[in-house]
């Protein structure tokens, strides 16, 4: 039985009381969530592509045919009829009401049954956060028993090992259907039986069998999952098989999704299975040696010291308090890191990363574009988990039909639109009066930052030339197409959403020139021309992009000091809103054009101070994690310490449930947005960077005065081998992939001028000394 908790994870003595509380392991395909009881446990079993098939992907509504129509009314402040004509245009084409995307689903439970011989003690229940191991551990009459879970990479297998006193184990195993929960708004029991056939469950020899097909499509999925023993005997009986006297039972299973049930062949997944080792370690090898090596690229250590042996629902309920413990700090950076790589497969982590026990997840557990997939990708590049990334490129460039036909259809427009919603299919299909997301046009933009800023990362010219270049060159020519000239010889953005938020003056969120949309394609255009520039193409539309650049609104500060979230004199500011989408441009740092410019870079900074003042006054931090990690990302770019010590504050003690995965909001609804936004937080508040510029310690909080980061990336391909450092001083250590002179910049040296210049040769590390 384990007396300490794993190095990078944590113990706790409570078993799961909710399956939010469950210890996930992934492999970003599959996910497991082990309840851990000791003696009936349920480990639920999901799969990145499990979405249940409820609507049949319509064609986007010909709105391009009514766009002088939708500008006509926009341009009238008739903006909440623009929203209704959309809605019209919809019922009539046969949309029947909004419709939600296809809801994230779990493929079903394992559960494991073993007898009790006398009370159960010594309960211990760990998460290794190095090995994506989740293990549970108990005592009774018998002797000592141990159940661990995790999640292969290499084999592609959810693995699970049974150890009891030799000769002692007595169980039942077997697949059984998720219970179906989720009744109300997200109407979970509804959306079950309209989308499924009637599950199928058996057992067989050494075999468990759990399958089920769709109702809309001819696709469905199964679960085959292969039971050894080490002495005693297995039979199987009933739907489920029996061990008697054992000293050890082994679980290997696999979730195989499939678009034509017809073709599903159980006994070639049983071949596959049965052609894997039979021993625990021997498969754990493999998988924590790809698992680890990416973990524990970065490490944070926060001087956590024996709080490190505390139980994480100790450390979390201190928190909740206003006792945030520096051990709870590095185990919530720990955390996130592990929760978006264990769920960054073949798809990109959704609302719930890969995880769910619900038939009814919130905003049905999809990819949430206009912030949500952001900010669970924030940390991919600076956390050094860059491979992370790949998934969401992947499943972008999958979504290029369905966009480019989005353009056609809502626009008349060449190049691609992004539904802010999707999951099985990339039509923009949901939206309604009240949330007209038809309006949001630059979802594809947004993308297209990550697409750049892959590159800028890792100087990976073949990912530029091959992938990132020609998605953000379609990006662009949507708005060559979708802009047009004002009065002023200024491009009006017209429809046009700031996510999810309405003006004061105006109870619609439709609108005109929000200031998200201008800043993004801005950056599109800007980013676009100078790689262009680099590598000597494009010179027309170098020239074509600059003269668009030259015709976008300029920022407007409305009457309290503070930029405007919607660049126009007829729609007034709404400071009470979970997002903060017009902070946009400080997100990945100052950008450009308004760090050379100190009154708007104030209007910037006061806006964000308005936002601040409204999370402070809401209990807990409000609603909506992630719009806390905008703040954050934001006030470092400012090296507003304060902020990014409240964010810090507000998140890691309100946001995390006993196993320290992360909330939608305080307590409620799990979601892993911020699993990869507060990592982000906290690295840019350490290491900030843009190409040829590191700054070190730019917003450094009151809870990290001192400590130790290593292994996190910086842009222009730099990495921060080690950095430790306290209020009187910094040590660093760097290295870059190129032969490059970097400015690196540090807080108070006035002797240095702040700043320094250093000459690093490609993989020869160089270390800094700064007090």
Not at 545 to 574: F, R, S
């Amino acid at each position: 039985m384990p007396m300490h908790s794993p190095e990078r994870g944590f113990i706790s003595y409570q078993p799961a009381s909710k399956w939010e509380e469950a210890l996930i392991s992934g492999n970003g395909k599959m996910g497991a969530m082990a309840m851990s009881q000791p003696l009936h446990e349920t480990i639920i079993l999901t799969h990145e592509r499990l979405f249940l098939p409820i609507h049949e992907p319509l064609p986007p509504v010909d709105t391009a045919s009514h766009l002088a129509e939708i500008r006509y009314m926009m341009s009238n402040g008739d903006y909440r009829q623009a929203a209704d004509l959309v809605v019209k245009l919809a019922d009539e084409a046969g949309y029947n009401g909004k419709r939600w995307t296809d809801p994230f689903f779990p493929a079903c439970d394992l559960l494991v049954s073993t007898n009790p011989d006398g009370a159960v003690q010594d309960y211990a229940r760990t998460l290794d956060y190095a090995t994506g191991v989740a293990s549970v551990y108990w005592t009774d009459e018998r002797g000592a028993f141990e159940r661990k879970v995790f999640v292969s990479r290499p084999n592609n297998i959810v693995v699970m090992q049974l150890k009891a006193p030799q000769g002692k184990l007595d169980a039942e195993i077997r697949l059984d259907q998720r219970p179906i929960d989720g009744e109300g708004y997200w109407k979970g029991p509804e959306r079950a039986a309209l989308a499924l056939k009637g599950y199928k469950a058996s057992a067989e020899q050494e075999w468990l069998v759990y399958t089920d097909q769709y109702n809309l499509t001819a696709g469905g999925y199964a679960v085959v999952a292969r039971v050894t023993t080490k002495g005693g005997d297995a039979n199987a009986k009933d739907g489920k098989i029996a061990i008697i006297g054992a000293d050890e039972a082994l679980v290997t299973l696999r979730i195989c999704p499939i678009e034509q049930f017809a073709d599903l062949n159980i006994e070639r997944i049983k071949t596959e299975l049965a052609a894997l080792p039979t021993d625990f370690d021997e498969l754990l090898q493999p998988h924590a040696q790809i698992h680890g090596e990416i973990f524990k690229r970065v490490t944070l250590d926060l001087n956590g010291g024996k709080d490190r042996e505390l139980a994480s629902e100790e450390l979390v309920e201190r928190s909740h308090k206003g006792d945030l413990s520096p051990a709870l700090l590095e185990k919530i950076f720990d955390s996130g890191r592990y929760a978006i790589l264990s769920s960054s497969g073949d798809l990109p982590p959704n609302l719930q990363g890969v995880w769910s026990g619900t038939w009814g997840p919130p905003w049905s557990g999809d990819y949430t574009l206009n912030g949500n997939v952001q900010s669970a990708l924030a940390s991919a590049l600076n956390g050094n988990m860059p491979e992370c990334l790949q998934s969401f490129f992947a499943y972008m460039e999958a979504l290029i039909p369905d966009s480019k036909t989005n353009a056609l259809r809502l626009y008349n427009c060449r190049g691609i639109f992004v539904a802010s919603r999707t999951s099985t299919h990339g039509f923009q299909n949901h939206f309604d009066r009240i949330w007209p997301m038809t309006f949001w046009t630059v979802g594809a933009a947004w993308a297209s930052q990550f697409f750049y800023d892959y590159y800028v990362y890792t100087g990976d010219k073949a990912f530029l030339h091959n992938q990132a270049l020609p998605y953000m060159m379609e990006s662009a020519l949507f708005f060559e197409d979708f802009l047009f000239e004002g009065e002023d010889g200024k491009y009006i953005f017209s429809p046009s959403y700031s996510p999810e938020n309405n003006p004061t003056n105006n109870d619609s969120q439709a609108c005109i020139n929000a200031t998200m949309d201008i800043a993004l394609v801005k950056e599109l255009l800007t980013n676009l021309a100078a790689v262009c520039k680099e590598l000597n193409i494009e010179q027309e539309g170098i020239e074509r992009w600059k003269v668009m650049l030259a015709k976008m609104p300029a920022y407007m500060i409305n009457k309290d000091g503070a930029v405007k979230e919607w660049t126009t004199p007829l729609l007034e500011d709404n400071y009470h809103h979970r997002h903060c989408s017009h902070l946009y441009p400080l997100y990945n740092g100052v950008a450009p054009d308004i760090a050379a410019n100190p009154k708007i870079l104030a209007a910037f900074r006061k806006a964000m101070d308005y936002r601040i003042e409204v999370r402070k006054q809401e209990s807990g931090g409000g609603v909506m994690a992630f719009g806390l990690i905008q703040l954050g990302l934001s006030a470092s770019s400012l090296n507003d310490a304060d902020t990014v010590s409240m964010v810090i504050d507000k998140l890691a003690s309100n946001y995390y449930y006993a196993n320290i995965a992360s909330s939608h909001d305080p307590g409620e609804v799990f979601n892993t947005d911020i699993s990869g936004g507060l990592p982000a937080v906290i690295i840019k508040s350490l290491v900030h960077s843009q190409p040829g510029t590191i700054e070190l310690l730019p917003a450094c909080p009151k809870q990290m005065k001192s400590g130790r980061i290593s292994g996190a990336l910086c842009r222009g391909q730099v990495k921060i081998i080690d950095m430790t450092w306290s209020p009187t001083s910094i040590k660093v250590t760097l290295e870059s992939a190129k032969d490059q002179t970097v400015k690196v910049k540090v807080p108070n040296a006035v002797a240095l001028g702040n700043c320094l210049e250093v000459k690093l040769i490609a993989g020869k590390p160089i270390a800094l000394e700064i007090s």
